[in-house]
């Protein structure tokens, strides 16, 4: 329950579809996710992409995160719902309901077989941050090779 978005009714599907002994029978998340039939299904011939549609085929779980999927969408400031805006932005709600529901998928298989708490990304760094991080680091070097001090110059290091 700690992951945003499932309700105890997906929890039930998980359980009555899947099982905990089942995910086992998964090698990979990759596997879980193609089971489910929520990664794409790349076609490719002579290096070319012919087609990277996400197969036909339904069931139960699928389903039920999909609606979970559905839900995260309509959340604020969380991680999956930030990664659900980013896609839907992109590419449309209803590529971003398919792969936020296989990246649901992929954590609850790795809780499950590694048996390890969901622990979201909190300080996820945008492009614009990674380069602005950057400019700083540079920043930091010129000023220790002027041998000037941070103060100097009016740098607060935190």
Known sequence: M???????????????EVGPEGFTKFKSAKEFASWLRLAPNNKISGGKVLSSKTPKGSNRLKIALRHSAN???????????????????????????????RKLGVIIWNMVTKKVEYNPPTDYLFLDQKRKMRVIERMRKNIAKLELKPEDVGFVIT
């Open 71 to 101: 839900a995260i969408g309509n959340l604020k400031d969380t991680h999956l719902s930030d990664f659900f805006r980013r896609i839907s932005y992109r590419k449309g709600r209803a590529t971003a309901v398919s792969a936020t529901a």
């Open 2 to 16: 700690k992951i945003e978005g499932l309700s105890h009714a997906t929890i039930l599907t998980i359980m009555s």
